[in-house]
């Protein structure tokens, strides 16, 4: 009942900047923490940063302090908003939302497509 599209991704050269956005849509359904995962080939997909849905944030050590998530609840939307790129930033970034279907109460993890970040040196 909901879909995560995700927009913002692209090549940038290190030390530029991108904003990845992800919007959620459906019908009957109320978002609780979504969060940016990422994924480098050959790796498991890991935390990038995932936001509660009063806004409070957590970050992985790789990113603390570079990048800033944050949502707008009104239009069902989280943003990562990625500063000073490294090239060991570049994966694929997914988003997640956890989701109560006001339908039935029950509680589910939903993920976007992914989009690619690419940074060069």
């Known amino acids: 009942q909901v879909q995560l599209v995700e927009s913002g991704g692209g090549l940038v050269q290190a030390g530029g900047s991108l904003r990845l956005s992800c919007a959620a849509s459906g019908s009957m359904f109320i978002i609780n923490v979504m969060g940016w995962y990422l994924q480098v080939p050959g790796n498991q997909r890991e935390l990038g940063a995932i936001?509660?849905?009063?806004?409070?944030?957590n970050y992985s050590d790789s990113v603390k302090g570079r990048f800033t998530i944050s949502r707008d609840n009104a239009k069902n939307t989280v943003y990562l908003q990625m500063n000073s790129l490294k090239p060991e930033d570049t994966a694929v970034y997914y988003c997640n939302a956890h989701v109560r279907s006001t339908a039935s109460g029950s509680f589910s993890f939903y993920w976007g497509q992914g989009t690619q970040v690419t940074v060069s040196s």
């Open positions: 936001i509660s849905s009063r806004g409070i944030p």
